[in-house]
Protein backbone atom coordinates (compact mmCIF):
# COMPACT_ATOMS: atom_id res chain seq x y z
CA UNK A 1 0.00 0.00 0.00
CA UNK A 2 1.35 3.46 -0.84
CA UNK A 3 2.60 5.43 2.27
CA UNK A 4 1.14 8.55 3.64
CA UNK A 5 4.11 10.36 2.76
CA UNK A 6 4.08 9.43 -0.82
CA UNK A 7 1.83 11.79 -3.11
CA UNK A 8 -1.19 9.98 -4.71
CA UNK A 9 -0.70 9.78 -8.22
CA UNK A 10 -3.97 11.64 -10.49
CA UNK A 11 -5.56 10.02 -13.19
CA UNK A 12 -7.23 11.71 -15.76
CA UNK A 13 -8.46 11.77 -19.03
CA UNK A 14 -5.28 12.95 -19.91
CA UNK A 15 -2.82 10.58 -18.72
CA UNK A 16 -0.60 9.58 -21.70
CA UNK A 17 1.08 7.08 -19.46
CA UNK A 18 0.44 3.92 -17.60
CA UNK A 19 3.61 2.46 -15.95
CA UNK A 20 3.01 2.67 -12.45
CA UNK A 21 3.34 -0.57 -11.21
CA UNK A 22 2.04 0.65 -7.59
CA UNK A 23 -1.21 2.08 -9.24
CA UNK A 24 -1.79 -1.48 -10.62
CA UNK A 25 -1.31 -3.49 -7.85
CA UNK A 26 -3.56 -1.60 -5.97
CA UNK A 27 -6.34 -1.37 -8.99
CA UNK A 28 -5.69 -4.93 -9.10
CA UNK A 29 -6.15 -5.57 -5.41
CA UNK A 30 -9.78 -2.85 -5.45
CA UNK A 31 -10.62 -4.99 -8.93
CA UNK A 32 -10.45 -8.56 -6.33
CA UNK A 33 -12.74 -6.71 -4.11
CA UNK A 34 -15.10 -5.11 -6.74
CA UNK A 35 -15.60 -9.02 -8.27
CA UNK A 36 -16.19 -10.32 -4.59
CA UNK A 37 -19.24 -7.51 -4.18
CA UNK A 38 -20.61 -8.55 -7.38
CA UNK A 39 -23.91 -10.67 -8.08
CA UNK A 40 -25.23 -8.53 -4.74
CA UNK A 41 -29.18 -6.70 -4.23
CA UNK A 42 -29.24 -3.05 -4.33
CA UNK A 43 -32.26 -1.40 -2.91
CA UNK A 44 -33.40 2.50 -3.39
CA UNK A 45 -32.76 4.76 -1.15
CA UNK A 46 -35.70 7.11 0.22
CA UNK A 47 -35.81 9.60 2.68
CA UNK A 48 -33.05 7.71 4.85
CA UNK A 49 -34.66 4.25 3.99
CA UNK A 50 -33.72 1.27 1.94
CA UNK A 51 -36.95 0.29 -0.47
CA UNK A 52 -37.27 -2.55 -2.55
CA UNK A 53 -39.17 -1.00 -5.32
CA UNK A 54 -41.31 -3.54 -8.20
CA UNK A 55 -38.89 -6.41 -8.10
CA UNK A 56 -35.01 -6.40 -9.55
CA UNK A 57 -33.32 -5.37 -12.76
CA UNK A 58 -30.64 -7.90 -13.07
CA UNK A 59 -27.53 -5.83 -14.90
CA UNK A 60 -25.02 -7.62 -16.38
CA UNK A 61 -21.62 -6.44 -17.86
CA UNK A 62 -20.76 -5.38 -21.63
CA UNK A 63 -17.18 -7.57 -21.26
CA UNK A 64 -19.41 -10.77 -20.54
CA UNK A 65 -23.18 -11.04 -20.53
CA UNK A 66 -22.21 -14.00 -18.03
CA UNK A 67 -20.83 -11.67 -15.77
CA UNK A 68 -23.27 -10.28 -13.46
CA UNK A 69 -22.83 -6.95 -11.72
CA UNK A 70 -25.75 -7.01 -9.72
CA UNK A 71 -29.70 -7.00 -8.90
CA UNK A 72 -31.39 -3.28 -8.81
CA UNK A 73 -34.39 -2.32 -7.16
CA UNK A 74 -37.06 -1.19 -9.97
CA UNK A 75 -38.17 2.07 -8.75
CA UNK A 76 -42.16 2.77 -9.21
CA UNK A 77 -43.77 6.22 -9.80
CA UNK A 78 -44.86 5.55 -5.96
CA UNK A 79 -41.14 5.23 -4.88
CA UNK A 80 -40.35 8.79 -6.48
CA UNK A 81 -43.14 10.67 -5.11
CA UNK A 82 -41.71 9.42 -1.93
CA UNK A 83 -38.42 10.58 -2.73
CA UNK A 84 -40.00 13.89 -3.51
CA UNK A 85 -41.77 14.13 -0.30
CA UNK A 86 -38.91 13.45 1.49
CA UNK A 87 -36.78 15.59 -0.39
CA UNK A 88 -39.26 18.67 0.02
CA UNK A 89 -39.51 17.54 3.90
CA UNK A 90 -35.44 17.64 4.65
CA UNK A 91 -35.07 20.65 2.01
CA UNK A 92 -35.66 23.80 4.22
CA UNK A 93 -33.50 22.31 7.32
CA UNK A 94 -30.71 21.33 4.46
CA UNK A 95 -30.63 25.48 3.15
CA UNK A 96 -30.92 26.69 6.87
CA UNK A 97 -27.34 24.89 7.79
CA UNK A 98 -24.35 26.84 7.27
CA UNK A 99 -23.11 26.43 3.94
CA UNK A 100 -19.82 25.71 5.60
CA UNK A 101 -20.69 22.71 7.05
CA UNK A 102 -22.82 21.74 3.90
CA UNK A 103 -19.35 21.81 2.20
CA UNK A 104 -18.26 20.09 4.72
CA UNK A 105 -19.66 17.16 4.57
CA UNK A 106 -19.67 17.36 0.83
CA UNK A 107 -16.04 17.58 1.15
CA UNK A 108 -15.57 14.24 3.04
CA UNK A 109 -17.97 12.43 0.69
CA UNK A 110 -14.97 13.57 -1.69
CA UNK A 111 -12.46 12.07 0.58
CA UNK A 112 -14.02 8.96 0.66
CA UNK A 113 -14.91 8.74 -3.02
CA UNK A 114 -11.08 8.92 -3.24
CA UNK A 115 -10.41 6.50 -0.62
CA UNK A 116 -12.17 3.96 -2.22
CA UNK A 117 -11.31 4.85 -5.82
CA UNK A 118 -9.92 1.56 -6.49
CA UNK A 119 -13.43 -0.62 -5.63
CA UNK A 120 -15.17 2.07 -7.18
CA UNK A 121 -12.95 1.67 -10.38
CA UNK A 122 -13.32 -1.86 -10.57
CA UNK A 123 -16.80 -1.85 -10.39
CA UNK A 124 -16.93 0.83 -13.00
CA UNK A 125 -14.56 -1.11 -15.18
CA UNK A 126 -17.11 -4.02 -14.69
CA UNK A 127 -20.05 -2.02 -15.10
CA UNK A 128 -19.90 -0.07 -18.39
CA UNK A 129 -16.33 -1.76 -20.18
CA UNK A 130 -13.83 0.70 -19.31
CA UNK A 131 -10.19 0.22 -19.00
CA UNK A 132 -8.51 0.95 -15.84
CA UNK A 133 -7.53 4.23 -16.58
CA UNK A 134 -10.38 5.40 -18.17
CA UNK A 135 -12.42 4.06 -14.58
CA UNK A 136 -9.97 5.50 -12.34
CA UNK A 137 -10.04 8.60 -13.85
CA UNK A 138 -13.68 9.38 -13.83
CA UNK A 139 -13.53 8.23 -10.17
CA UNK A 140 -10.92 10.54 -9.75
CA UNK A 141 -13.30 13.07 -11.46
CA UNK A 142 -16.35 12.82 -9.53
CA UNK A 143 -14.33 13.62 -6.08
CA UNK A 144 -12.52 16.60 -7.27
CA UNK A 145 -15.99 17.83 -8.39
CA UNK A 146 -17.35 18.11 -5.09
CA UNK A 147 -13.92 19.87 -4.06
CA UNK A 148 -14.12 21.61 -7.16
CA UNK A 149 -17.47 23.14 -6.83
CA UNK A 150 -17.37 23.44 -2.72
CA UNK A 151 -14.38 26.05 -3.27
CA UNK A 152 -16.50 27.39 -5.86
CA UNK A 153 -19.03 28.24 -3.76
CA UNK A 154 -16.40 29.56 -0.87
CA UNK A 155 -14.90 31.54 -2.86
CA UNK A 156 -18.36 33.37 -3.49
CA UNK A 157 -19.02 33.56 0.35
CA UNK A 158 -22.09 31.63 -0.64
CA UNK A 159 -23.36 33.95 -2.98
CA UNK A 160 -23.91 36.19 -0.73
CA UNK A 161 -22.24 40.07 -1.91
CA UNK A 162 -23.03 43.52 -0.50
CA UNK A 163 -24.45 45.96 -2.75
CA UNK A 164 -24.13 49.62 -3.59
CA UNK A 165 -25.61 52.34 -1.72
CA UNK A 166 -27.35 55.45 -3.07
CA UNK A 167 -25.89 57.95 0.15
CA UNK A 168 -28.49 57.24 2.55
CA UNK A 169 -26.29 55.23 5.12
CA UNK A 170 -29.61 53.32 6.73
CA UNK A 171 -30.07 51.56 3.82
CA UNK A 172 -28.35 48.36 3.13
CA UNK A 173 -28.54 46.33 0.14
CA UNK A 174 -27.59 42.40 -0.84
CA UNK A 175 -27.68 40.03 -3.77
CA UNK A 176 -28.03 36.92 -2.66
CA UNK A 177 -28.50 33.12 -4.58
CA UNK A 178 -30.90 31.35 -2.38
CA UNK A 179 -31.87 27.72 -3.68
CA UNK A 180 -34.71 26.50 -6.02
CA UNK A 181 -35.93 23.71 -3.62
CA UNK A 182 -35.98 19.80 -5.03
CA UNK A 183 -33.56 19.01 -8.17
CA UNK A 184 -34.42 15.84 -10.07
CA UNK A 185 -31.09 14.50 -11.76
CA UNK A 186 -30.99 11.95 -14.58
CA UNK A 187 -27.56 10.35 -15.31
CA UNK A 188 -26.01 8.32 -17.96
CA UNK A 189 -24.07 5.06 -18.21
CA UNK A 190 -21.25 6.30 -20.33
CA UNK A 191 -20.17 8.50 -16.98
CA UNK A 192 -21.94 6.90 -14.67
CA UNK A 193 -20.18 8.40 -11.23
CA UNK A 194 -19.28 11.62 -12.48
CA UNK A 195 -21.91 12.89 -14.70
CA UNK A 196 -24.47 12.30 -11.09
CA UNK A 197 -21.48 13.57 -8.62
CA UNK A 198 -21.03 16.71 -10.55
CA UNK A 199 -25.21 17.96 -10.38
CA UNK A 200 -26.28 16.20 -7.16
CA UNK A 201 -23.42 17.80 -5.70
CA UNK A 202 -23.79 21.08 -6.78
CA UNK A 203 -27.32 21.07 -6.22
CA UNK A 204 -26.80 19.88 -2.31
CA UNK A 205 -24.17 23.10 -1.88
CA UNK A 206 -26.03 25.14 -3.00
CA UNK A 207 -28.81 23.97 -0.83
CA UNK A 208 -31.12 22.20 -2.69
CA UNK A 209 -32.20 18.85 -2.09
CA UNK A 210 -32.32 15.62 -5.02
CA UNK A 211 -33.24 12.89 -6.15
CA UNK A 212 -30.97 10.83 -8.17
CA UNK A 213 -31.88 8.16 -11.31
CA UNK A 214 -28.71 6.51 -12.71
CA UNK A 215 -29.04 4.99 -16.01
CA UNK A 216 -30.68 1.60 -16.02
CA UNK A 217 -27.30 -0.28 -17.76
CA UNK A 218 -25.26 1.71 -15.24
CA UNK A 219 -26.70 1.77 -11.44
CA UNK A 220 -23.21 0.57 -9.16
CA UNK A 221 -21.65 3.71 -9.35
CA UNK A 222 -25.30 5.17 -8.65
CA UNK A 223 -25.34 3.25 -5.69
CA UNK A 224 -21.41 3.56 -4.74
CA UNK A 225 -21.93 7.87 -5.26
CA UNK A 226 -24.87 7.80 -2.58
CA UNK A 227 -23.66 5.00 -0.30
CA UNK A 228 -20.64 8.02 -0.42
CA UNK A 229 -22.74 10.79 0.65
CA UNK A 230 -24.80 8.75 3.45
CA UNK A 231 -21.38 7.90 5.14
CA UNK A 232 -20.30 11.42 5.13
CA UNK A 233 -23.44 12.19 6.73
CA UNK A 234 -25.75 14.05 4.72
CA UNK A 235 -29.19 13.94 6.33
CA UNK A 236 -31.35 11.99 5.62
CA UNK A 237 -34.09 13.11 2.21
CA UNK A 238 -30.79 15.37 1.45
CA UNK A 239 -29.65 12.80 -1.51
CA UNK A 240 -32.71 10.19 -2.40
CA UNK A 241 -31.65 7.27 -5.47
CA UNK A 242 -34.59 5.73 -7.23
CA UNK A 243 -33.40 3.73 -9.81
CA UNK A 244 -36.09 1.94 -12.47
CA UNK A 245 -36.98 3.02 -16.37
CA UNK A 246 -37.43 6.31 -17.85
CA UNK A 247 -40.83 5.64 -18.42
CA UNK A 248 -42.11 5.24 -14.95
CA UNK A 249 -39.06 6.65 -12.65
CA UNK A 250 -37.98 9.72 -15.11
CA UNK A 251 -41.52 10.46 -16.44
CA UNK A 252 -42.93 11.22 -12.68
CA UNK A 253 -39.04 13.36 -12.19
CA UNK A 254 -40.11 15.12 -15.45
CA UNK A 255 -43.86 15.73 -14.42
CA UNK A 256 -44.30 15.59 -10.70
CA UNK A 257 -44.77 19.76 -9.91
CA UNK A 258 -42.87 19.03 -6.59
CA UNK A 259 -39.53 18.79 -8.60
CA UNK A 260 -37.99 22.57 -9.06
CA UNK A 261 -35.41 21.97 -11.40
CA UNK A 262 -33.90 18.94 -13.30
CA UNK A 263 -30.50 17.80 -14.96
CA UNK A 264 -30.69 15.37 -17.97
CA UNK A 265 -27.62 14.25 -19.86
CA UNK A 266 -27.66 12.43 -22.71
CA UNK A 267 -29.44 12.60 -26.31
CA UNK A 268 -30.46 14.80 -28.13
CA UNK A 269 -34.30 13.98 -28.69
CA UNK A 270 -34.74 13.21 -25.07
CA UNK A 271 -33.20 16.32 -23.83
CA UNK A 272 -35.09 18.45 -26.03
CA UNK A 273 -37.95 16.98 -25.41
CA UNK A 274 -37.56 17.85 -21.84
CA UNK A 275 -36.51 21.00 -22.13
CA UNK A 276 -40.27 21.47 -24.21
CA UNK A 277 -42.01 20.16 -21.52
CA UNK A 278 -40.58 20.67 -17.68
CA UNK A 279 -42.02 24.02 -17.62
CA UNK A 280 -45.79 24.27 -17.04
CA UNK A 281 -47.06 27.03 -15.15
CA UNK A 282 -43.64 28.79 -14.75
CA UNK A 283 -40.02 28.67 -16.14
CA UNK A 284 -37.88 25.66 -14.28
CA UNK A 285 -34.34 25.34 -14.69
CA UNK A 286 -33.54 22.80 -17.30
CA UNK A 287 -30.47 21.62 -17.78
CA UNK A 288 -29.53 19.71 -20.55
CA UNK A 289 -26.78 18.42 -22.01
CA UNK A 290 -27.14 16.31 -25.23
CA UNK A 291 -24.50 14.80 -26.63
CA UNK A 292 -22.24 16.06 -29.85
CA UNK A 293 -20.92 15.57 -33.51
CA UNK A 294 -17.39 16.99 -32.68
CA UNK A 295 -14.99 18.04 -35.03
CA UNK A 296 -11.55 17.91 -35.76
CA UNK A 297 -10.24 20.35 -38.54
CA UNK A 298 -6.34 19.60 -39.49
CA UNK A 299 -4.07 21.98 -41.24
CA UNK A 300 -1.68 21.57 -44.17
CA UNK A 301 0.70 23.28 -41.71
CA UNK A 302 -0.20 21.11 -38.44
CA UNK A 303 2.03 18.59 -36.93
CA UNK A 304 0.21 15.33 -38.54
CA UNK A 305 1.49 12.73 -35.82
CA UNK A 306 0.49 15.07 -32.86
CA UNK A 307 -2.67 15.25 -35.04
CA UNK A 308 -3.40 11.35 -35.31
CA UNK A 309 -2.62 10.59 -31.85
CA UNK A 310 -4.69 13.15 -30.45
CA UNK A 311 -7.80 11.98 -33.14
CA UNK A 312 -7.19 8.24 -32.55
CA UNK A 313 -7.42 9.03 -28.45
CA UNK A 314 -10.65 10.95 -28.89
CA UNK A 315 -12.66 9.21 -31.27
CA UNK A 316 -11.23 5.60 -30.13
CA UNK A 317 -11.31 5.84 -26.16
CA UNK A 318 -13.87 4.37 -24.26
CA UNK A 319 -15.18 2.97 -27.74
CA UNK A 320 -16.31 6.41 -29.02
CA UNK A 321 -18.99 6.62 -26.14
CA UNK A 322 -18.62 10.14 -25.06
CA UNK A 323 -20.59 12.91 -25.95
CA UNK A 324 -17.02 14.96 -26.45
CA UNK A 325 -16.27 12.11 -29.35
CA UNK A 326 -14.08 13.47 -32.40
CA UNK A 327 -16.46 12.00 -34.87
CA UNK A 328 -15.66 13.94 -37.81
CA UNK A 329 -12.22 15.09 -39.37
CA UNK A 330 -11.82 17.76 -41.88
CA UNK A 331 -8.23 17.93 -43.32
CA UNK A 332 -6.39 19.99 -45.76
CA UNK A 333 -6.14 17.89 -49.40
CA UNK A 334 -3.02 18.36 -49.72
CA UNK A 335 -2.10 16.45 -46.22
CA UNK A 336 -5.18 14.35 -46.30
CA UNK A 337 -3.43 11.23 -47.44
CA UNK A 338 -1.11 11.22 -44.62
CA UNK A 339 -2.96 11.70 -42.05
CA UNK A 340 -5.21 8.97 -43.15
CA UNK A 341 -1.95 6.42 -43.26
CA UNK A 342 -1.08 7.58 -39.44
CA UNK A 343 -4.67 7.06 -38.36
CA UNK A 344 -4.60 3.49 -40.15
CA UNK A 345 -1.58 2.73 -38.65
CA UNK A 346 -2.43 4.06 -35.03
CA UNK A 347 -6.01 2.46 -35.24
CA UNK A 348 -4.31 -1.12 -35.95
CA UNK A 349 -2.12 -0.82 -33.32
CA UNK A 350 -4.86 -0.47 -30.41
CA UNK A 351 -5.30 -3.62 -28.42
CA UNK A 352 -8.69 -4.71 -27.67
CA UNK A 353 -10.29 -7.07 -25.46
CA UNK A 354 -11.47 -7.31 -22.07
CA UNK A 355 -10.56 -3.91 -20.18
CA UNK A 356 -9.85 -5.62 -17.01
CA UNK A 357 -6.96 -6.99 -18.13
CA UNK A 358 -4.07 -4.06 -18.30
CA UNK A 359 -2.50 -4.68 -21.76
CA UNK A 360 -6.18 -3.61 -23.80
CA UNK A 361 -6.39 -0.03 -24.86
CA UNK A 362 -10.46 -0.95 -25.73
CA UNK A 363 -13.05 -2.64 -24.34
CA UNK A 364 -16.27 -3.29 -25.25
CA UNK A 365 -19.37 -1.08 -26.34
CA UNK A 366 -22.12 -0.91 -23.75
CA UNK A 367 -24.73 -3.45 -25.40
CA UNK A 368 -26.39 -5.05 -28.63
CA UNK A 369 -28.04 -1.55 -29.47
CA UNK A 370 -24.18 -0.29 -30.08
CA UNK A 371 -22.99 -2.96 -32.26
CA UNK A 372 -25.84 -2.43 -34.08
CA UNK A 373 -25.45 1.22 -34.70
CA UNK A 374 -21.56 0.44 -35.76
CA UNK A 375 -22.35 -1.59 -37.75
CA UNK A 376 -25.38 0.13 -39.28
CA UNK A 377 -22.66 3.12 -39.69
CA UNK A 378 -20.27 0.31 -41.02
CA UNK A 379 -22.66 -0.35 -44.35
CA UNK A 380 -23.29 2.87 -45.10
CA UNK A 381 -19.62 3.80 -45.17
CA UNK A 382 -18.92 0.65 -47.36
CA UNK A 383 -21.84 1.90 -49.96
CA UNK A 384 -21.03 5.36 -50.15
CA UNK A 385 -17.42 5.63 -48.99
CA UNK A 386 -14.98 3.55 -47.93
CA UNK A 387 -13.93 2.01 -44.94
CA UNK A 388 -10.29 3.20 -44.47
CA UNK A 389 -9.92 0.61 -40.93
CA UNK A 390 -11.71 -1.74 -39.32
CA UNK A 391 -15.60 -2.11 -39.41
CA UNK A 392 -15.73 -5.74 -38.12
CA UNK A 393 -17.47 -7.19 -35.09
CA UNK A 394 -15.10 -9.30 -32.84
CA UNK A 395 -15.90 -12.61 -31.33
CA UNK A 396 -12.80 -14.25 -30.54
CA UNK A 397 -11.07 -14.91 -27.78
CA UNK A 398 -14.66 -15.02 -26.11
CA UNK A 399 -15.37 -11.31 -26.85
CA UNK A 400 -18.49 -13.05 -28.45
CA UNK A 401 -19.88 -13.08 -25.04
CA UNK A 402 -19.66 -9.00 -25.02
CA UNK A 403 -20.30 -6.56 -27.05
CA UNK A 404 -16.98 -5.37 -29.21
CA UNK A 405 -16.22 -4.12 -32.03
CA UNK A 406 -13.48 -3.04 -33.99
CA UNK A 407 -12.31 1.14 -34.21
CA UNK A 408 -13.26 2.37 -37.69
CA UNK A 409 -11.92 5.21 -40.04
CA UNK A 410 -14.15 6.10 -42.83
CA UNK A 411 -13.90 8.37 -46.05
CA UNK A 412 -14.64 9.75 -49.50
CA UNK A 413 -17.97 10.44 -48.33
CA UNK A 414 -20.34 13.21 -49.45
CA UNK A 415 -19.58 16.04 -46.59
CA UNK A 416 -23.53 15.64 -45.90
CA UNK A 417 -23.62 12.29 -45.41
CA UNK A 418 -25.32 11.18 -42.43
CA UNK A 419 -21.79 9.93 -40.84
CA UNK A 420 -21.05 13.53 -40.83
CA UNK A 421 -24.38 14.14 -38.88
CA UNK A 422 -25.54 11.59 -36.63
CA UNK A 423 -24.20 10.96 -33.12
CA UNK A 424 -23.40 7.27 -33.00
CA UNK A 425 -21.79 6.78 -29.46
CA UNK A 426 -19.25 4.15 -31.03
CA UNK A 427 -15.45 4.09 -31.73
CA UNK A 428 -16.35 5.39 -35.77
CA UNK A 429 -15.05 8.42 -37.39
CA UNK A 430 -15.39 9.75 -40.23
CA UNK A 431 -12.65 12.12 -42.40
CA UNK A 432 -13.41 14.62 -45.53
CA UNK A 433 -10.92 16.22 -47.25
CA UNK A 434 -10.99 20.13 -47.52
CA UNK A 435 -9.88 22.71 -49.94
CA UNK A 436 -9.09 25.24 -46.93
CA UNK A 437 -8.69 25.72 -43.44
CA UNK A 438 -12.02 27.85 -43.51
CA UNK A 439 -13.93 25.27 -45.50
CA UNK A 440 -13.10 22.93 -42.85
CA UNK A 441 -14.13 25.11 -40.07
CA UNK A 442 -17.15 25.87 -41.98
CA UNK A 443 -18.19 22.11 -41.93
CA UNK A 444 -17.32 22.07 -38.82
CA UNK A 445 -20.24 24.38 -37.85
CA UNK A 446 -22.78 23.08 -39.76
CA UNK A 447 -24.47 20.88 -37.45
CA UNK A 448 -27.30 21.38 -34.82
CA UNK A 449 -24.26 20.11 -32.00
CA UNK A 450 -21.85 22.29 -31.06
CA UNK A 451 -19.91 20.60 -27.62
CA UNK A 452 -16.12 20.41 -28.22
CA UNK A 453 -14.14 20.74 -31.42
CA UNK A 454 -10.42 20.62 -31.75
CA UNK A 455 -7.45 22.33 -34.26
CA UNK A 456 -4.40 21.01 -35.59
CA UNK A 457 -1.96 23.99 -37.16
CA UNK A 458 1.26 25.05 -36.37
CA UNK A 459 0.17 28.86 -37.58
CA UNK A 460 -0.59 30.92 -35.16
CA UNK A 461 -3.16 32.92 -37.18
CA UNK A 462 -4.87 29.66 -38.37
CA UNK A 463 -5.26 28.70 -34.77
CA UNK A 464 -7.12 32.33 -33.57
CA UNK A 465 -9.58 31.72 -37.06
CA UNK A 466 -10.63 28.80 -35.52
CA UNK A 467 -10.97 30.07 -31.89
CA UNK A 468 -12.68 33.28 -33.14
CA UNK A 469 -15.08 31.49 -35.58
CA UNK A 470 -15.78 27.74 -34.53
CA UNK A 471 -19.10 26.81 -32.90
CA UNK A 472 -18.57 24.86 -29.47
CA UNK A 473 -18.60 25.46 -25.73
CA UNK A 474 -14.90 22.87 -25.76
CA UNK A 475 -12.17 23.93 -27.48
CA UNK A 476 -8.57 22.33 -28.12
CA UNK A 477 -5.50 23.42 -29.99
CA UNK A 478 -2.44 21.02 -30.88
CA UNK A 479 -3.90 18.39 -28.46
CA UNK A 480 -2.08 15.38 -28.48
CA UNK A 481 -3.70 13.84 -25.42
CA UNK A 482 -7.35 14.27 -27.09
CA UNK A 483 -8.61 16.26 -29.94
CA UNK A 484 -11.54 16.77 -28.61
CA UNK A 485 -11.59 15.33 -25.20
CA UNK A 486 -10.60 15.26 -21.70
CA UNK A 487 -12.16 18.34 -19.95
CA UNK A 488 -10.93 18.05 -15.86
CA UNK A 489 -13.06 20.26 -13.10
CA UNK A 490 -11.25 23.38 -12.38
CA UNK A 491 -9.30 23.11 -15.71
CA UNK A 492 -11.23 22.59 -18.99
CA UNK A 493 -15.23 24.40 -18.67
CA UNK A 494 -17.38 21.48 -20.19
CA UNK A 495 -20.63 22.89 -21.88
CA UNK A 496 -22.22 22.84 -25.01
CA UNK A 497 -23.75 25.72 -27.62
CA UNK A 498 -26.75 25.18 -29.77
CA UNK A 499 -28.06 21.48 -29.57
CA UNK A 500 -25.57 20.39 -26.73
CA UNK A 501 -26.46 22.38 -23.92
CA UNK A 502 -29.54 24.25 -22.28
CA UNK A 503 -27.89 26.97 -20.67
CA UNK A 504 -24.81 28.44 -21.70
CA UNK A 505 -22.64 27.79 -18.29
CA UNK A 506 -20.57 25.05 -18.43
CA UNK A 507 -19.87 21.76 -15.99
CA UNK A 508 -16.55 21.51 -14.71
CA UNK A 509 -16.55 25.49 -14.32
CA UNK A 510 -16.87 28.12 -11.57
CA UNK A 511 -20.22 29.35 -13.25
CA UNK A 512 -21.71 25.65 -12.60
CA UNK A 513 -23.44 25.60 -9.35
CA UNK A 514 -24.83 29.08 -9.31
CA UNK A 515 -27.50 27.54 -12.04
CA UNK A 516 -28.87 25.55 -8.80
CA UNK A 517 -29.72 29.09 -7.31
CA UNK A 518 -31.57 32.17 -8.35
CA UNK A 519 -30.92 35.61 -6.83
CA UNK A 520 -32.89 37.88 -4.55
CA UNK A 521 -31.93 41.16 -3.66
CA UNK A 522 -32.69 42.12 0.13
CA UNK A 523 -32.93 45.98 0.66
CA UNK A 524 -33.10 46.59 4.48
CA UNK A 525 -33.58 50.04 6.09
CA UNK A 526 -32.76 50.29 9.13
Known sequence: MATESKPRLKITYATLRADNEELHALYEAGLTEAKRQLDGHHRNFIGGSERVGDGESTVTSPIDRNLVLGHFAIG??????????????????????????????????????SERQMVYGGHMAIEVGK??????????????????????????????????????ATVHTRSILRPHGVFAVISPFNFPMALAAGPTAAALIAGNTAILKPSSAAPMSAVNLVQAYRDAGIPNGVINLVMGPGETVGAELRENPGVDGIVFTGSYAVGMDLFRT??????????????????????????????????????????GQKCSANSRVYVEKQVHDELVRL?????????????????????????????????????????????????????????????????????????????FRDELFAPFTAVHAVDSLDEGIRLANESVYGLTAG??????????????????????????????????PGVQAFGGWKGSGSTGKAGLSRYYVAQFLREQSHTVVD
Open 76 to 113: TRQDVRDAIDAARKAQPGWAATPWRHRLELIRKAAELI
Open 131 to 168: TRLEALGEVEEAADLLRYYSQTFEDNNGFDHPMDNLGD
Open 278 to 319: FSKDFPKPTIVEMGGKNPAVVSRQADLEEAAEGIVRSAFGFG
Open 343 to 419: LVEKTEAITIGDPLLRENWLGPVVDQKAVDRHQAAVADARRDGRVFVGGERLTDRGMDRGFYVEPTVVGELPADHRL
Open 455 to 488: VYSEDPGEVQRFLDTIEAGVLYVNRRAGATTGAW
